[in-house]
T-cell receptor, first 115, second 115 residues
Framework: AQKVTQAQTEISVVEKEDVTLDCVYETRDTTYYLFWYKQPPSGELVFLIRRNSFDEQNEISGRYSWNFQKSTSSFNFTITASQVVDSAVYFC????????????FGTGTRLTVIP | DAGVIQSPRHEVTEMGQEVTLRCKPI?????LFWYRQTMMRGLELLIY????????DSGMPEDRFSAKMPNASFSTLKIQPSEPRDSAVYFC?????????????FGEGSWLTVV
């Protein structure tokens, strides 16, 4: 069975602080894919990143970076120098060969960046 | 490029009424998904189509829910009769194919309130 755990329900930081959102996953598939989505207050779900299980290289995109570690089944997301516009709910999701293309979502972490 | 387009964005209806939600996937995408988001259950897959054919509808809550995809550019999710517990955000999403790991792109959601 696929499972994604986001233990942090809510996080508040002051603008310009760095923040890391945790994601731990469970799967029996040897090939799987991990995703992060952002849901701003307006409600849409915005795709941020996709990683496959064979690529453990960390990725950086502007102020965003992702740390994928298979040894701990984690795919953490760090925002550097946070901004008010980063305030949103962030979802980690998993897709494996089991269940075809279905995405299994975590419960989300609500990030509030205080000006 | 146009993303996934959903309508209506917001709907308030009375219990017992029929509700029809509409979706236009991204052009060229062969897989279409309907997700529901509630506070209690988070994001859950209701049904997905591959090449207009329903592949997995195990997430459809009950017979009151039905989904169709008459062609590659249009899908509907119908609730008849609607009940207050159906109040949720319904997301339509699409991806290039049903192969595991393809990025799924979401529409802005249809916010349904049944009173």
């Amino acid at each position: 069975a696929q499972k994604v755990t986001q233990a942090q329900t809510e996080i508040s930081v002051v603008e310009k602080e760095d923040v890391t959102l945790d994601c731990v996953y469970e799967t029996r598939d040897t090939t799987y894919y991990l995703f992060w989505y952002k849901q701003p207050p307006s409600g849409e779900l915005v795709f941020l990143i996709r990683r496959n299980s064979f690529d453990e290289q960390n990725e950086i995109s502007g102020r965003y970076s992702w740390n994928f570690q298979k040894s701990t089944s984690s795919f953490n997301f760090t925002i550097t120098a946070s901004q008010v516009v980063d305030s949103a709910v962030y979802f980690c999701a998993l897709s494996g060969l089991t269940g075809a293309n279905n995405l299994f979502f975590g419960t989300g972490t609500r990030l509030t960046v205080i000006p | 490029d146009a993303g996934v387009i959903q309508s209506p964005r917001h709907e308030v209806t009375e219990m017992g009424q029929e509700v029809t939600l509409r979706c236009k996937p991204i052009s060229g995408h062969n897989s279409l998904f309907w997700y529901r988001q509630t506070m209690m259950r988070g994001l859950e897959l209701l049904i997905y189509f591959n090449n207009n054919v329903p592949i997995d509808d195990s997430g459809m809550p009950e017979d009151r829910f039905s989904a169709k995809m008459p062609n590659a550019s249009f899908s509907t999710l119908k609730i008849q009769p609607s009940e207050p517990r159906d109040s949720a955000v319904y997301f339509c999403a699409s991806s290039v194919s049903g192969t595991a790991g393809n990025t799924i792109y979401f529409g802005e959601g249809s916010w349904l309130t049944v009173v």
